[in-house]
């Protein structure tokens, strides 16, 4: 079974976050990593917070979590690539390949998304193993953050079973 840890990269809407945790608690997410100015499902004070938990519909308690300020982030991505995980980012980058490009022998990973306008940073991209993205057929040149985390997870964590 594939083991798989999100991070959520400075997103803003706690709509999208939210509807992430629902969408990664389903497809097996076995933890989200949370970093800088993406919203937690509580407040600073340690209360749920209802407008997290209004789309989430639970979900937030029923995946580990953690959050993770931006100056302990390239840590982080260090002590999971010690521990044997493949970073992935994914986001439109010259040197990114298509996300059905993912190897199929691929075990334990951390998919990195990035915030709504800004995407991944530049420096997490140059920490990570293997940058990813969507191709786009149509006009647009990319979709919600949290509708591509759907497509990205469902590839790597079902699609390639």
Partial sequence: MKT???ILE???SVENTASI???AEGLGVSKIILVGTTPAPIDRFGR?????AKVSLGSEDMIEWSYVG???FQLTISNLQKE??????LEQDRNSNPLQAVSSKLQAFALIVGSE?????RGTLDMCDEILEI???GKKESLNVSVSTGIALYMLLLNHA
């Fill in 4 to 6: 798989c840890i999100l």
């Fill in 10 to 12: 400075n997103l803003r």
């Fill in 21 to 23: 945790f629902r969408t």
């Fill in 48 to 52: 749920k917070r209802a407008d997290f």
């Fill in 70 to 72: 931006q100056e302990n």
């Fill in 84 to 89: 044997g995980f493949k970073i992935i980012a």
């Fill in 117 to 121: 306008v800004e995407g991944v940073s």
């Fill in 135 to 137: 191709p786009m057929r």
